[in-house]
Protein backbone atom coordinates (compact mmCIF):
# COMPACT_ATOMS: atom_id res chain seq x y z
CA UNK A 1 0.00 0.00 0.00
CA UNK A 2 1.04 3.74 -0.54
CA UNK A 3 1.45 5.90 1.60
CA UNK A 4 -1.48 8.70 1.02
CA UNK A 5 0.48 12.13 -0.11
CA UNK A 6 -2.04 14.11 1.18
CA UNK A 7 -1.65 12.83 4.53
CA UNK A 8 2.39 13.09 3.83
CA UNK A 9 1.99 16.97 3.84
CA UNK A 10 -0.08 17.23 6.60
CA UNK A 11 2.92 16.42 8.20
CA UNK A 12 1.03 13.02 9.73
CA UNK A 13 4.58 11.57 11.87
CA UNK A 14 3.67 8.06 12.24
CA UNK A 15 3.76 7.07 8.28
CA UNK A 16 1.38 3.92 8.22
CA UNK A 17 0.52 3.71 4.60
CA UNK A 18 -3.10 4.20 4.42
CA UNK A 19 -5.21 2.21 1.78
CA UNK A 20 -6.09 4.13 -1.59
CA UNK A 21 -9.40 4.89 -2.23
CA UNK A 22 -11.07 2.12 -4.00
CA UNK A 23 -12.79 2.42 -7.19
CA UNK A 24 -16.48 3.25 -6.66
CA UNK A 25 -18.66 0.08 -7.18
CA UNK A 26 -19.09 -0.19 -11.06
CA UNK A 27 -21.63 -3.53 -11.92
CA UNK A 28 -19.78 -3.78 -14.82
CA UNK A 29 -16.95 -4.95 -13.34
CA UNK A 30 -18.40 -8.13 -11.68
CA UNK A 31 -18.61 -11.23 -13.90
CA UNK A 32 -21.63 -12.21 -15.53
CA UNK A 33 -23.43 -15.16 -13.55
CA UNK A 34 -23.48 -18.53 -16.14
CA UNK A 35 -26.57 -18.64 -18.80
CA UNK A 36 -29.03 -21.53 -17.35
CA UNK A 37 -28.35 -24.62 -17.87
CA UNK A 38 -24.84 -23.39 -18.40
CA UNK A 39 -23.24 -26.27 -16.97
CA UNK A 40 -23.88 -28.63 -19.58
CA UNK A 41 -20.77 -28.48 -22.39
CA UNK A 42 -21.25 -28.36 -25.50
CA UNK A 43 -20.70 -31.94 -26.23
CA UNK A 44 -23.81 -32.77 -23.83
CA UNK A 45 -26.03 -30.58 -25.73
CA UNK A 46 -24.90 -32.75 -28.74
CA UNK A 47 -25.01 -35.90 -27.33
CA UNK A 48 -28.35 -36.58 -29.18
CA UNK A 49 -26.27 -36.95 -32.66
CA UNK A 50 -24.24 -39.49 -31.32
CA UNK A 51 -24.92 -42.58 -33.01
CA UNK A 52 -24.46 -44.64 -29.57
CA UNK A 53 -27.09 -42.39 -27.87
CA UNK A 54 -30.56 -44.06 -28.17
CA UNK A 55 -31.89 -41.73 -25.05
CA UNK A 56 -34.98 -42.25 -22.82
CA UNK A 57 -35.49 -45.99 -23.79
CA UNK A 58 -36.05 -48.59 -20.95
CA UNK A 59 -33.23 -50.72 -19.78
CA UNK A 60 -35.30 -54.07 -21.46
CA UNK A 61 -35.19 -52.40 -24.85
CA UNK A 62 -31.63 -51.51 -24.18
CA UNK A 63 -31.05 -55.39 -23.42
CA UNK A 64 -32.95 -56.03 -26.37
CA UNK A 65 -30.70 -54.20 -28.82
CA UNK A 66 -27.58 -55.31 -27.64
CA UNK A 67 -28.02 -58.81 -27.45
CA UNK A 68 -29.66 -58.60 -31.13
CA UNK A 69 -25.78 -57.67 -31.57
CA UNK A 70 -24.22 -60.14 -29.51
CA UNK A 71 -20.82 -59.46 -29.60
CA UNK A 72 -18.37 -58.42 -26.91
CA UNK A 73 -18.15 -54.36 -26.75
CA UNK A 74 -21.83 -53.68 -28.29
CA UNK A 75 -22.91 -50.82 -26.07
CA UNK A 76 -25.50 -48.00 -26.61
CA UNK A 77 -26.04 -44.39 -23.62
CA UNK A 78 -29.60 -44.04 -22.39
CA UNK A 79 -30.82 -41.75 -20.18
CA UNK A 80 -31.03 -43.20 -16.67
CA UNK A 81 -34.48 -43.86 -14.97
CA UNK A 82 -33.00 -44.17 -11.75
CA UNK A 83 -29.50 -42.29 -11.69
CA UNK A 84 -31.45 -38.89 -11.03
CA UNK A 85 -29.38 -35.19 -11.59
CA UNK A 86 -25.97 -37.05 -10.32
CA UNK A 87 -26.54 -40.02 -12.89
CA UNK A 88 -28.19 -38.89 -15.72
CA UNK A 89 -26.76 -41.47 -18.10
CA UNK A 90 -26.41 -44.81 -17.76
CA UNK A 91 -23.82 -46.65 -20.29
CA UNK A 92 -25.38 -50.09 -21.36
CA UNK A 93 -22.90 -52.59 -22.55
CA UNK A 94 -22.63 -56.41 -23.80
CA UNK A 95 -19.83 -58.53 -22.63
CA UNK A 96 -19.75 -62.51 -22.56
CA UNK A 97 -23.69 -63.06 -22.65
CA UNK A 98 -24.53 -60.68 -20.40
CA UNK A 99 -26.01 -56.87 -20.74
CA UNK A 100 -23.99 -54.44 -18.30
CA UNK A 101 -25.60 -51.27 -16.98
CA UNK A 102 -23.05 -48.81 -15.33
CA UNK A 103 -24.40 -45.28 -14.29
CA UNK A 104 -22.55 -42.48 -15.83
CA UNK A 105 -22.18 -40.16 -13.06
CA UNK A 106 -22.32 -36.29 -13.44
CA UNK A 107 -19.87 -35.54 -10.48
CA UNK A 108 -19.82 -32.06 -8.44
CA UNK A 109 -17.04 -30.55 -11.11
CA UNK A 110 -19.38 -31.23 -13.77
CA UNK A 111 -17.09 -34.29 -14.85
CA UNK A 112 -17.95 -37.47 -15.68
CA UNK A 113 -17.38 -40.95 -14.53
CA UNK A 114 -18.46 -44.48 -14.37
CA UNK A 115 -20.05 -46.06 -11.62
CA UNK A 116 -19.84 -45.06 -7.68
CA UNK A 117 -17.68 -43.19 -6.71
CA UNK A 118 -14.06 -44.72 -6.06
CA UNK A 119 -10.57 -43.49 -5.15
CA UNK A 120 -8.57 -42.23 -8.53
CA UNK A 121 -11.18 -42.50 -10.83
CA UNK A 122 -11.03 -41.35 -14.15
CA UNK A 123 -13.42 -38.63 -15.27
CA UNK A 124 -13.88 -36.93 -18.23
CA UNK A 125 -15.11 -33.33 -19.00
CA UNK A 126 -18.22 -34.77 -21.18
CA UNK A 127 -19.91 -37.88 -21.98
CA UNK A 128 -18.65 -38.24 -25.46
CA UNK A 129 -14.80 -38.06 -24.12
CA UNK A 130 -15.84 -41.12 -21.32
CA UNK A 131 -17.16 -42.72 -24.29
CA UNK A 132 -13.79 -42.19 -26.72
CA UNK A 133 -12.00 -43.15 -24.03
CA UNK A 134 -13.21 -46.58 -23.77
CA UNK A 135 -13.22 -47.30 -27.64
CA UNK A 136 -9.41 -47.62 -27.03
CA UNK A 137 -8.60 -48.58 -23.62
CA UNK A 138 -10.32 -51.13 -21.22
CA UNK A 139 -13.39 -50.72 -19.20
CA UNK A 140 -13.00 -53.38 -16.27
CA UNK A 141 -16.09 -54.35 -15.24
CA UNK A 142 -16.82 -55.21 -11.38
CA UNK A 143 -13.54 -56.10 -11.02
CA UNK A 144 -10.86 -58.26 -12.83
CA UNK A 145 -12.49 -61.66 -12.38
CA UNK A 146 -15.72 -60.57 -14.34
CA UNK A 147 -13.54 -59.27 -17.35
CA UNK A 148 -12.71 -56.42 -19.30
CA UNK A 149 -13.60 -54.63 -22.89
CA UNK A 150 -13.25 -52.06 -24.82
CA UNK A 151 -16.42 -50.70 -26.50
CA UNK A 152 -16.55 -51.65 -30.11
CA UNK A 153 -19.88 -51.03 -31.79
CA UNK A 154 -23.73 -50.11 -31.21
CA UNK A 155 -26.92 -51.13 -32.37
CA UNK A 156 -29.34 -49.44 -34.64
CA UNK A 157 -31.66 -46.74 -33.18
CA UNK A 158 -34.71 -48.45 -33.85
Given at each position: ??????????????????????????????PLPPPPGGS???????????????????????????????????????????????????????????????????????????????????????????????????????????GQTQLRNTP???
Amino acid sequence: MAVDSYQRRRGRKDRTPIASKSPSFNPGSRPLPPPPGGSQSMDEENIEAESWYHGDISRDVSDQRLKSLGTNGSFLVRLSKKGGPTSPYSLSLFHEGRVWNLHIRKKADASFALGNEKPNELSFPSVSELISYHQTNPLVLAGAQSGQTQLRNTPDKS
